[in-house]
């Protein structure tokens, strides 16, 4: 029995890539680290707002993060160096590698990214949508 695949629809055309794109996402994210996605509005009507991507990143230090944008995804990769092991009680806190992979939209773009207590900030600008018609002349052949 063959998958129907869900962009299978006559009228999406094109959208193959985008599907085996988000079948490889959804199989990479695991859940860890756990992060936040939200919307910062701008004061002035005319500027765009932002998005900022906030993973839980204890533990990590800022050399042991990689954040790069590959063809409209945003990937984040965490690698602890090895540590010696102590003799711990109880060990509660995840000490392995990750890779969050996030797809961006055309146009969105990475601002900047911050660490600061755990927490790993990545703000991105969302442009505004903007509409553009265009008229396709129609030929006559015989």
């Known amino acids: 029995?063959?998958?129907?695949?869900?962009?299978?629809?006559?009228?999406?055309?094109?959208?193959?890539?985008?599907e085996t794109m988000l079948s490889q996402i959804a199989r990479t994210n695991d859940g860890y680290p756990p992060y936040n996605i939200e919307?910062?509005?701008?004061?002035e009507p005319d500027e765009a707002d932002l998005l900022r991507i906030t993973l839980a990143v204890a533990g990590f230090s800022q050399e042991?993060?990689?954040v790069?944008?590959?063809?409209?995804q945003l990937?984040?990769?965490?690698?602890?160096?090895?540590?010696?092991?102590?003799?711990?009680?109880?060990?509660?806190i995840a000490a392995r590698q990750f890779q969050r992979v996030f797809v961006l939209a055309d146009g969105m773009d990475v601002l900047k990214a911050r660490l600061h207590?755990?927490?790993?900030?990545?703000?991105l600008i969302r442009p505004e949508a903007s509409q553009v018609v265009r008229k396709i002349n129609i030929s006559t052949s015989k």
Do not use: C, H, W, Y
């Open 64 to 66: 042991e993060l990689d």
């Open 1 to 18: 029995m063959s998958r129907i695949k869900s962009l299978a629809n006559p009228l999406l055309l094109g959208f193959d890539a985008t």
């Open 39 to 43: 919307i910062l509005r701008r004061a």
């Open 117 to 123: 207590n755990g927490l790993l900030a990545i703000d």
């Open 75 to 92: 990937v984040i990769r965490g690698r602890q160096a090895e540590r010696p092991e102590g003799d711990f009680l109880f060990r509660g």
């Open 68 to 72: 790069s944008v590959d063809a409209n």
